[in-house]
């Protein structure tokens, strides 16, 4: 049932696009992306592109212009081959906690008019910060760092079962969560202290119908991180015990599975 293969950061870009395209959907991106508010000339960046579909998005918008550029960036090499492959050759592999730009990248390292982030800040857990000052570093002046990520209650009682299953079989649940799911007030102070102004920043519940089901949910977004060092029969025997816990909140009575994302959306302004 997971014979996907993970690249070496946790990720399977097959899965995601098979099991939770929803993450990239018009539906639930819109209102991030009329944050942003791309316009054509503008040089913008993608931290944290997954399989590359919002890159393709915006890029569409800004190159109306001939000075427009987008250049977009994650730490999974699988999503980096999707987001190549989707036509974004100016993709690459790099950590957005610490950015650095390989040798072979072309386009312009600073004076950047926006950094976009759809759905990739909740896992930067070991360095938050890293990530705002990756984005003060090559922004212009009054250039603005727009995004949503997982927030406070994110994964509500999934999240709460994974660490139970894990500690009955002797594992810190809490060491091997890789997930950052700030308050609108712990991520407000992050910004302000390496010198953003935020114009915006809320906190939205949001229904999401798991049409894959729970169990692969949790192959795409579990299995590379929570359990990537565990033996494939243990970590599919955790997914299912996880399953069984969840089933009662997150299934409904026509066997249709769902969860509660809440979104943490920002924009904040150099």
Partial sequence: MTSATYDSSGWSA???????????????TSPVLGLLAAKPGERIIDFGCGSGELSVVI????????????????????MIDKAKAQGLPEAFVCDIQ??????????????FDAVFTNAALHWCKRDPSGVIKSAKRILKKEGRFVGEMGGFLNCIGTRSALKSVLKSRGYDGIERDPWFFPSPEEYTK???????????????????????????????????????????????????????????????????????????RFVAVL
């Avoid at 890029?59 to 699988?78: H, N, P, Q, R, T």
């Avoid at 202290?193 to 949790?218: C, M, Q, Y």
Wanted: overall charge negative.
């Fill in 98 to 111: 610490d950015l650095t730009f390989p040798a072979s990248y072309t386009g312009p390292r600073e004076e």
């Fill in 14 to 28: 097959d899965l995601y696009n098979k099991n939770t395209n929803f993450v990239y959907s018009p539906a639930f």
């Fill in 190 to 264: 992050l910004l302000e202290t390496e010198g953003f102004k935020v114009d915006h920043i809320s906190l939205t519940p949001r229904f999401t119908p798991l049409e894959a089901g729970l169990f692969n949910w949790l192959s795409t977004f579990v299995r590379g991180s929570w359990l990537k060092d565990l033996p494939e029969q243990e970590t599919i025997e955790i997914m299912k015990e996880v399953e069984e816990i969840c089933r009662v909140d997150n299934q409904d009575g026509n066997g249709k599975w769902a969860m509660i994302y809440v979104r943490l």
């Fill in 59 to 78: 890029e569409k918008i800004v190159k109306e212009k001939e000075s427009g550029y987008l250049a977009a960036v994650d730490f999974s090499e699988s």
